[in-house]
């Protein structure tokens, strides 16, 4: 049974950093796709950041690109997303995926990945 388990939300002002973590079980990690969403209230769920299943290839949003940082630690079974220079607009949710077969051209889209922890809510104030 695959498991991902999201830490490290919460409020922080406009400036302020957040790491957050999540530890993954019940896949093979370094061969398993993971990646970072987020979905604000009323909003759609919306690709972050992302790593590809062999870790070879990563990628941003445009929104986050130079601010965020995703890395993985194979040995921890365990991803992370820094968070620098965080702005109110970046509050949301946010999910850790992961899915073991997802191709290149669908890593982006919230729809194609097949597992999902249960979110960890990050606070942005002005």
């Known amino acids: 049974q695959v498991q991902l388990v999201e830490s490290g939300g919460g409020l922080v002002q406009a400036g302020g950093s957040l790491r957050l973590s999540c530890v993954a079980s019940?896949?093979?990690?370094?061969?398993?796709?993971m990646g970072w969403f987020r979905q604000a209230r009323g909003k759609e769920r919306e690709f972050v950041a992302v790593?590809?299943?062999?870790?070879?290839?990563?990628n941003y949003a445009d929104s986050v690109r130079g601010r965020f940082t995703i890395s993985r630690d194979s040995a921890k079974r365990a991803m992370y997303l820094q968070m620098n220079d965080l702005k109110p607009e970046d509050t949301a949710v946010y999910y850790c995926?992961?899915?073991?077969?997802?191709?290149?051209?669908?890593?982006?889209?919230?729809?194609?990945?097949?597992?999902w922890g249960q979110g960890t809510q990050v606070t942005v104030s002005a």
């Open positions: 790593f590809s299943r062999t870790g070879g290839y990563e």
């Open positions: 995926a992961a899915d073991r077969s997802i191709i290149s051209s669908s890593l982006y889209n919230a729809d194609e990945w097949d597992y």
């Open positions: 019940g896949l093979r990690f370094s061969t398993t796709a």
